[in-house]
Each structure stands twice: as C-alpha cells, then as structure tokens.
T-cell receptor, first 118, second 110 residues
Framework: GAGVSQTPSNKVTEKGKYVELRCDPI?????LYWYRQSLGQGPEFLIY????????DSGLPNDRFFAVRPEGSVSTLKIQRTERGDSAVYLC????????????????FGPGTRLTVL | SQKIEQNSEALNIQEGKTATLTCNYT??????LQWYRQDPGRGPVFLLL?????KEKRKERLKVTFDTTLKQSLFHITASQPADSATYLC?????????FGTGTSLTVIP
C-alpha cells in the first residue's frame, strides 16, 4: 500500500506568517510522530500521537507550534508567527502501534516538508 | 536527555570493503537501538533494530552490535557497494521519544 505522504513538499513563507503542514500516515497505523530536521542534523522529536491524543508533546519548541490529529489518521502541524529559525525539513512518521514503552514497531517516514521562512 | 554521537562527519571507503559506523550515547541505556538509512531529500528508512539484551543482529550484508557497558553500537556493511552510499542514523528511545544521532555520511567509491 501507499507509504506516509506529506504535503506540501516545499513551503516558502514570510516571517510572521502562519503555516500548516499535513501528514497522511499509513492506513491503520495508530502511532504518529512529527520530527524536525535541520541541515546536517538528525531528526529532532517534536510530538507523538497515539490515536487522536498527543501522548507526548514535550519536543515542541514553544507555544507557536501545535499539532492535531482529530480523527486518528491525518495529522496537521501548525506553526504560528513563523520565524527564520523555523526553517527546516519537517518529517512525519507512523507505526502500527506504540502500545508500551518497549514497543519495537518500526517507524515509517514520509519524504518531509521543506519549510523556508524568509 | 540522551546525547548521541556518531563517528566522523563523512566516511569514504573502497567498494568491496567493510564499512564500520559508530554510535555512542550517554546516560542510561535504551530498551533498544535502531539504525536508519537516509538518502538526500528523503525520509529515513528503517534498517535494523537491536535490543539491550542482544549482542549482535544481522540482516544480509548488515550487522549491528550493541555494548551497553561501553554505551556503544557498531553498524557494519560488508562487501560494500556504491549503492550503499547514504547517511546512516542511529536512534534510541527513551519513553515516548526517539533520539537520533547527527548521522554519518558514507560514500562507497567504485
């Protein structure tokens, strides 16, 4: 079946604007993750959803960042009052489940959305 | 929080040789550690997982070791091929979060 998809693939915006980044996980995957990756760095955890609820949002850098997953499938990462430092690739990943702290379900990543804040 | 270090920013090896990549971490050992491959412009792709009670895991030309005393994992690619050229990331979990290293860029020279 289809893998994780993310839209748009590229987003250029001006400082201070609002942006939404969308993630379509693999069908049936209950766990969904958002990461941010800057050039030359590894992915940095932002938030984890189990179903519709945010199980861990401790990676969100500040209150300008917010994510939702209202029906337990598609997720949207929302960034208010964007700053130049928000420029990065935003990656989404999903896994079948994350039922316990030692779950080993594989994460499947999307291609990412490259966000550029001018 | 965990700090993860991966060896050298770039590794160049000759085709057919074995590539060895290192992942070191601080603080407490995770329940398991994962290795991913990432090509330019793409998301990471899962390769192998090794649990804390496993010393070694193999998959085709790939081998991963996990030493919780040294707090280190080694990732080996035997009989390397130019198609193996990519960035390799190690990742470990603590609770709900996954921490990734900065990655090692591998180039296999024909």
């Amino acid at each position: 079946g289809a893998g994780v998809s993310q839209t748009p693939s590229n987003k250029v915006t001006e400082k201070g604007k609002y942006v939404e980044l969308r993630c379509d996980p693999i069908s049936g995957h209950t766990a969904l993750y958002w990461y941010r990756q800057s050039l030359g760095q590894g992915p940095e955890f932002l938030i984890y959803f189990q179903g519709t609820g945010a199980a861990d949002d401790s990676g969100l850098p500040n209150d300008r960042f917010f994510a939702v997953r209202p029906e337990g499938s598609v997720s949207t990462l929302k960034i208010q009052r964007t700053e130049r430092g928000d420029s990065a690739v935003y990656l989404c990943a999903s896994s079948l489940t994350r039922s316990s702290l030692t779950s080993t379900d594989t994460q499947y990543f999307g291609p990412g959305t490259r966000l550029t804040v001018l | 929080s965990q700090k993860i270090e991966q060896n050298s920013e770039a590794l160049n090896i000759q085709e057919g040789k074995t590539a060895t990549l290192t992942c070191n971490y601080t603080n407490y050992s995770p329940a398991y550690l994962q290795w991913y491959r990432q090509d330019p412009g793409r998301g990471p792709v899962f390769l192998l997982l090794i649990r804390e009670n496993e010393k070694e895991k193999r998959k085709e030309r790939l081998k991963v070791t996990f030493d919780t005393t040294l707090k280190q994992s080694l990732f080996h690619i035997t009989a390397s091929q130019p198609a193996d050229s990519a960035t390799y990331l190690c990742a470990l979990n603590t609770g709900n979060q996954f921490y990734f290293g900065t990655g090692t860029s591998l180039t296999v020279i024909p």
